[in-house]
């Protein structure tokens, strides 16, 4: 083998063992991923409405039994304020919405707030991977 075409022949292995490192998983890999509830009820909602709200530093905050069934990703609104006769106080909102994403690592279902980062860590919520 001439010394240019061993040279070269080094030069592709280390190039492919360089690159062989570059997977986006591996076994045993414990990060967090995008997860659905598996079991859905009223004390899963009312730990996540808890949790979402401690995430939003709120007092409350309201969603569907349905939340985080179809889609890891929830978006809440502020509620909007209206009179007596359930009109609109302040017109249209320009709040943008928050957003929250169920999120499972290991065994341990998460919930975090988009903008912050901030994680609340779920006891009763059941969840998979999405």
């Given amino acids: 083998m001439s010394r240019l075409s061993s040279g070269l022949l080094i030069a592709v292995v280390m190039f492919s063992t360089a690159f062989m490192g570059c997977g986006t998983s591996t076994a045993g890999n414990d990060s967090a991923v995008p997860a659905l509830i598996t079991s859905p009820n009223s004390a899963s909602v009312d730990e996540l409405q808890a949790a979402i709200a401690s995430?939003?530093?709120?007092?409350?905050?309201?969603?569907?039994?349905?939340?985080?069934t179809d889609t890891s990703v929830l978006s809440i609104e502020p509620a909007m304020h209206k009179d007596t006769h359930g009109r609109?106080?302040?017109g249209r909102s320009t709040v943008m919405p928050e957003s929250v994403q169920l999120l499972?690592?290991?065994d341990t279902c998460l919930l975090e707030h988009a903008k912050s980062g901030q994680r609340k860590i779920l006891q009763i919520t059941?969840?998979?991977?999405?």
Wanted: contains cysteine; negative net charge; proline residues 0%.
């Fill in 55 to 68: 995430l939003l530093n709120t007092d409350h905050v309201m969603i569907a039994q349905s939340a985080f």
């Fill in 126 to 130: 059941t969840c998979r991977a999405e």
């Fill in 88 to 90: 609109l106080l302040m």
């Fill in 104 to 106: 499972i690592q290991g």
